[in-house]
């Protein structure tokens, strides 16, 4: 039975992308998974997938490192998948001495610019320099990659065109998608924001467009469901104060769920929105969220990411927007509300997207016959 051992320093051992769908993925085709996390304590076995995570992501880069590789020497996989530089950097010498394939699964733009927003300048251009090398040096190290997106193929997959690579998307599968297709409620809506509360986020992008939206049509019932939570102080902060500055009469604002109910979260939901601000880091995004609310028949209004039109052109089931332009966005959900039969075409064509073009049992195949070429080639 092949082994296959997943490193990650940032991830969850139980993240919805290695755990709920490549480790499961390749635990049903026979393979023998472990998962290290350096993000939480954890060790035992789930679901058959067996976890060995240490909460030491505090911790200097040589106990991470040190850790990684005891797992290696113990587990002693056929092929380790890797969700950042330092992860394939640790086991160069296992993979190098048993001659092993080291995969390294690219699903975030590094550096990214929370590793940079603490340094001033111009230690910032210095820090951006160091970490670009550090992402070229575990290119070098990695024998296959596995890019979430196209526009995270640069630039590792120009320097090292020559490995093994594949695109593999973040589309969930379908036993995790609560479907909830509604009807508009003449008079009534509910408006939906999930994820990270942060300006950066479009946190204030969203507000701003639901206040102009109550100026517009001031006998609409309008209810807010924020599904989320400030990761900073500082973003909690911020967050309050818009809360407090636009006062709107009905806003639910709910933690975090788990990963297995987050569709279910939001199954209220008649429109929900990522406005997220279009930086470079942004800009080459491709949000996962975007097709747990296809899944579940959700119209979207998203920020206009060059990684969404690359990948997927013109939505049928929402709009793409400027996040800062409140009146269009108003003016979208308004037409939403006058014209209750386009909303229900869009709720349709995002359940029959996702059935047919966006769900991870059109593509796990391909990552496990992936994964097996990288240990049989």
Not at 316 to 321: K, Q, R, T, Y
Request: charged residues 25%; glycine residues 4%.
């Amino acid at each position: 039975m092949p082994k296959v051992l997943f490193l990650t320093t940032s991830h969850s051992y139980n993240d919805d992308r290695i755990f709920y769908h490549q480790a499961k993925a390749l635990r049903d085709n026979g393979y023998e998974i472990k998962i290290c996390s350096l993000y939480a304590e954890y060790k035992g076995f789930i679901d058959g997938i067996q976890i060995e995570s240490f909460a030491v992501l505090e911790e200097s880069i040589k106990t991470k490192m040190e850790t990684f590789s005891k797992v290696c020497d113990t587990f002693h996989p056929d092929s380790i998948i890797c969700s950042e530089p330092l992860a394939v950097v640790a086991v160069k010498k296992f993979v190098k001495e048993h001659r092993i394939s080291c995969i390294y699964d690219v699903t975030e733009w590094y550096p990214s610019m929370s590793m940079l927003q603490n340094y001033r300048f111009p230690a910032k251009i210095f820090q951006a320099v160091k970490f670009t090398l550090i992402q070229l040096y575990a290119g070098f190290l990695s024998t296959h990659f596995i890019f979430g997106e196209t526009t995270k193929k640069f630039p590792l997959a120009y320097f090292f065109g020559f490995k093994k690579q594949m695109i593999l998307p973040y589309y969930p599968a379908s036993v995790y998608i609560n479907e909830s297709i509604k009807k508009l409620t003449p008079g009534s809506i509910t408006l939906c924001y999930t994820g990270q509360i942060s300006k950066d986020k479009g946190i204030e992008n969203f507000f701003k467009a639901v206040d102009l939206l109550r100026q517009k049509v001031p006998d609409l019932h309008i209810k807010i469901l924020i599904i989320g939570a400030a990761i900073h102080e500082s973003d909690d902060v911020y967050f309050r104060t818009l809360v407090k500055n636009y006062s709107f009469e009905n806003i639910d604002i709910i933690k975090p769920t788990g990963f297995e109910q987050f569709t279910e979260a939001f199954a209220e939901a008649d429109l929900c929105f990522d406005l997220r601000e279009i930086n470079f880091e942004n800009n080459h995004s491709l949000p996962i969220k975007l097709f747990y609310f296809m899944g579940a028949g959700k119209p979207v209004i998203y920020s206009d990411l060059k990684g969404i039109r690359e990948h997927m052109g013109e939505l049928s089931f929402g709009s793409l927007v400027d996040p800062h332009d409140a009146e269009a966005i108003s003016d979208i959900i308004i037409n939403y509300i006058r014209n209750p039969e386009l909303y229900r075409s869009h709720t349709l064509n995002a359940r029959k997207e996702f059935k047919e073009k966006y769900n991870w049992e059109l593509i796990k195949d391909n990552f496990v016959d992936f994964v097996k070429k990288s240990i049989d080639p």
